[in-house]
């Protein structure tokens, strides 16, 4: 006989279970009931941890981020640092980019909602791995404090995702050199 999974484990076997049907199936055909059959428990279950199909969607969606934030890479030099971990979300999370946008169009569509809406940055590590990362580049006395707002510590990252959701493909070192050179760059100093 199996054992009962409780508290954290069982949480993580239903946000699994949930980003599983979302990556096999797309928000369109995510349904509780494949959750619950997934991970191998029962409705009231879910229930009692998110009262709808959209919280729990949300839910997945944070737990999948958080599961994949990246060390923040500590070279000595701002430029350096945010080329290093542009070049390691390059390498590594485009399938995940996309799979994101391309699983969860219908929800935006029938929830009036966009990407931002659903993961918090400070929820899933992001902000914080981020803001170290500057925070680090003013303490070396790289860039000006007075000059970082949370639009522009994010624009770096966004441009890249804007890469990945026009091309499909990893951004070329040259497009990371020219985002970080040309433009973040002479927005911070």
């Known amino acids: ?6 508290g954290a484990a069982l949480e993580t076997a239903l946000l699994d ?4 049907e979302l990556a ?4 369109a055909r995510f349904t509780v009931d494949a959750v619950v ?3 191998g428990t029962s409705p009231p279950v879910l229930y009692r941890r998110w009262s709808d199909r959209d919280e729990l969607v949300r839910a997945a969606i944070a737990h999948t981020l958080r599961k994949h934030v990246l060390d ?3 070279t000595g030099s ?3 640092d945010v080329l290093s971990l542009m070049r390691e979300i390059n390498a590594t999370r485009l399938p995940l980019v996309t799979a994101v ?7 935006h569509q029938q929830t009036g909602t966009n990407p931002g809406d659903l993961a918090d940055p400070s929820a899933t590590g992001r902000k914080e791995a981020v803001d170290a990362l500057f925070d680090r580049a003013a303490g070396r006395g790289e860039i000006s404090p007075e000059h970082l707002t949370d ?4 624009l770096p990252f966004d441009l890249l995702r804007h890469e990945f959701l026009t091309t499909f493909a990893p951004a070329p070192d040259h497009v990371l050199e020219e985002i970080v050179d040309t433009i973040l760059l002479p927005l911070v100093r």
């Open 1 to 6: 006989m199996a054992e009962r999974r409780r």
């Open 17 to 20: 279970a949930a980003w599983d």
């Open 24 to 27: 096999d199936h797309g928000y």
């Open 37 to 39: 059959k997934r991970a």
């Open 72 to 74: 923040v890479p500590d």
């Open 78 to 80: 701002l430029r350096e």
């Open 101 to 107: 946008s391309a699983y969860l169009a219908d929800y």
């Open 151 to 154: 639009r522009i510590k994010a």
